[in-house]
Every structure is written in C-alpha cells, then in structure tokens.
C-alpha cells in the first residue's frame, strides 16, 4: 500500500469534493475497522505511539498484562459536525482502511480529537507523523544489518559554542551506516572525552592528552574483553587534539569517523552518499639542502580548510624542507571532505606523503605539523603514524596574534 495514502484527498484542498459532501443528506457511520487491519497498524508502529513513541504493551498489574494502544483515525471516522477531522469525501470503508488509521497512546488520542486542537492535528500533519514513524521502524529494526558500536564523543566547545553531537545525532549517523549503538546505560556504550580547559592556558593541552588517555584505556579494556568490535568518533575540536586522539586509537579494532556536516539538524552528523570520486589531493615538496642524511627535522603542511601562511611558521624552523598536502588546484574550504570517498582519498596521500619523508629523509626524527583541517581528516593524521617508521610528531595551534605555537607531541 502506497505510505502517502493518495486517496486523503479533500483535506489539502475543500474543492469540488467538499462541495459534493455537502450535498449529502445523511451522516457517514462509523465503519468496524477488521482485525487483520488492526494488527497491520499495530505491527508498522512497533506497539508504541506514533507521535510520543510511548511503549503501548504490559502495562497492569503484575499478574495481568494488557495492551493500552488505540486505534486512532487521521480523516475522521463519521462525517458528522462533531466528528474530529470528519470534513471528507471518504466512505466509511475507506475511513476504516490501514492507511487512515494509526496507533496512539491515550493522551495522544485525546490531543488530536480535542476541539481546542484539532487546528494543529491536521490530516497532512498526522499523516506525515505516521509515515516518519513507520519508516522509522522499518529502519531501526533491520537487526540483521545493523552492527553494534561504541560511541567515542568528544565534548568541547569551539569559539563559545558547544560541539558535541547529541544522541538523536549520533542514533542517526549510526543508522545510516549500518551500525546501532550498544546503549547508554551500558559500560561500553558511549565514552565522552570532556575538554572545559580553555586552550588559551598551555596546560590545557596537557590536561586533554590525560583525559583522552584515560578514556582511551577504557576503550582498550573493552575491546580486550571483545565486548565490542567497532568504535564509532563524534568529535570537533583543535586539530593538534584530534591528531593525537587519531594516534590513540588501536588500529586492531574497526574505527569509523563521523565529521559534522550542517548545524543544527538531527543528520548534522550523517555522511552524504559517497561521491563516484573522491577529491583528488596532491603532495608537493621543497628542500634548501643537499645533504639529505643530515636532515633530522621536517615541516608538513595540511592546506585543507585554509592554506598554511609561510609567515606565520616559527622562525626557528626557517630552512627546513617543507612538504605541502592540499587539494588538486589550490582550492580550500571547511567542506573539503565532503564525503566517505573524499576521506579515504585524503588518507591514501596522507600515508604516501609519509612514505615519501621516509624515503627522502631516512634520518628524519621529526614532523613538524600545521594543519588546516577538517576534523575527521585531522584524525586520521594521528591514525597513520606508525610507532616504529614514522617520525614524532609535534603539533601546532594558530594562536590569538596569528602565529603558530607547538602545544602537543606524538612520540613513540
């Protein structure tokens, strides 16, 4: 059956067909909606209300259980003037039919049919909120398809504004990928790293790698007691923070990296379908020295969001060779990483860039690392690094008079 129900017709537009309805000289009845159609409009709802998601079963004493659901009709079931929504070309059958009925608590039912409100609880309304919710449940009862995973938050806030990403965000994300969370209430279901230092004062980059660190062990403890097998990431916050979180993250458990994509809606948090093609990035190299066994430090850009300024590198770094990873043709943008695709393209040149420092520069112990980042794509700088063939890292913050300061390392 069609989910818009294309015969709710007079409702959006009292033409002709309300016309005719006024012609007729008898009331509609009250048509007996069958039992079959009563458990179809049951099971599409998953026993719980259309608009308050209240569960409708066991409710009683303990020794009897009844259902407490009610069968509620959008267009009204009579046409009489006291009947809620009633104003309709529809038979009686059609009034009985699956698609004009819909499940509701009792105070829900008693909302809609209230003469105060029936202004608000329109056809089209009820009739919108029956086919979300009943999608709905066809979603999130995909078991087969659906993978349990931990939720990693990072909890900040960037220029005043909070960025965590609330639970109806991250069940969203989540279910689009394929993926369900393991529960709120459960030891291994959501971990939130809380950063309130400001990062204006040094030691709180000091105090973030403690509090990464300490939930990150958590996160270790469980995926040694295999209670979970993928880590899902929520997180916004300074890049030198997530690159460190990135090289926390155990590579023998399956990441999945969520990047925030549009404020203030409930799939804010949802990766677009992927592109045919991802962004084509491009690595891009200048030395000022010959002697290439001699070079032990080395500067990475990332001209992803914005373009790293020459002058704003410290002065004590001037000299050293300089490779540059940024977008084919110059361009930048906070979207840049628009996609899943445009991710693992991202990652790809990422790990080359790294190949190539170590076999340009094999005797190089150090990254020097300013980045202009997406979130996801400054994770996945700390991700790559391999402990035992990639140099340390030390990580850079644009601070307030618009130069670059170290405030973090990798090492090990």
């Known amino acids: 059956m069609s989910e818009g129900f294309s015969i709710l017709r007079s409702q959006s537009g009292r033409g002709s067909e309300a016309r005719m309805a006024e012609k007729r000289d008898t009331e509609l009845r009250r ?44 267009v009204g079931a009579t046409s009489g003037p006291n009947s809620p929504r009633g104003d309709s070309a529809l038979t009686a059958e059609e009034r009985a039919l699956e698609e004009n009925l819909l499940l509701l608590c009792y105070d829900c039912h008693k909302a809609i049919d209230s003469p105060g409100l029936r202004h608000k609880y329109t056809v089209q309304f009820l009739q919108k909120k029956k086919v979300e919710h009943e999608r709905r449940v066809r979603e999130v009862t995909k078991f087969p398809t659906l993978r349990k995973a931990s939720v990693l938050r990072v909890c900040t806030s960037i220029r005043g504004t909070s960025t965590v990403a609330s639970p109806e965000q991250v069940s969203d994300a989540l279910l689009a990928s394929g993926l369900t969370g393991m529960g709120a209430d459960s030891r291994n279901g959501m971990f939130d790293i809380k950063l309130t230092q400001d990062e204006s004062h040094k030691w709180a980059w000091e105090a973030a790698k403690i509090e990464i660190d300490r939930l990150l062990d958590r996160v270790y403890e ?45 799939d804010a948090w949802c990766w677009p379908d992927d592109a045919p093609d991802g962004e084509v990035f491009s690595i891009a190299a200048t030395e000022t020295h010959d002697d290439r066994e001699g070079i032990e430090d080395v500067i990475m850009c990332i001209d992803l969001s914005a373009r790293i300024l020459e002058d704003r590198i410290p002065r004590d770094l001037a000299g050293l060779p300089t490779v540059r990873i940024g977008a084919a043709g110059g361009t930048t943008g906070p979207d840049i990483i628009d996609s899943r695709a445009t991710l693992r393209e991202f990652t790809k040149t990422w790990r080359k860039a790294l190949a190539k420092i170590e076999s340009q520069w094999p005797h190089a112990r150090r990254l020097h690392i300013f980045a202009a980042a997406p979130a996801t794509a400054a994770i996945e700088l700390g991700r790559h690094r391999m402990r035992s063939a990639h140099p340390d890292f030390t990580l850079y913050q644009l601070t307030t008079n618009a130069t670059y300061e170290p405030v973090m390392e990798v090492a090990g």
């Open 31 to 74: 048509s007996t909606v069958t039992d079959s159609v009563r458990e179809r409009v049951w099971g599409r709802a998953a026993a719980r209300c259309v608009l308050c998601s209240k569960w409708l079963i066991d409710e009683g004493s303990f020794w009897h259980k009844i259902p407490v659901g009610q069968i509620a009709h959008n």
């Open 222 to 266: 469980a995926i040694a007691a295999e209670d979970t097998s993928v880590i899902t990431v929520f997180a916004l916050a300074p890049v030198p923070i997530l690159t460190y979180l990135g090289s926390r993250l155990d590579d023998k458990v399956e990441v999945v990296l969520f990047q925030r994509h549009r404020a203030d809606s409930a």
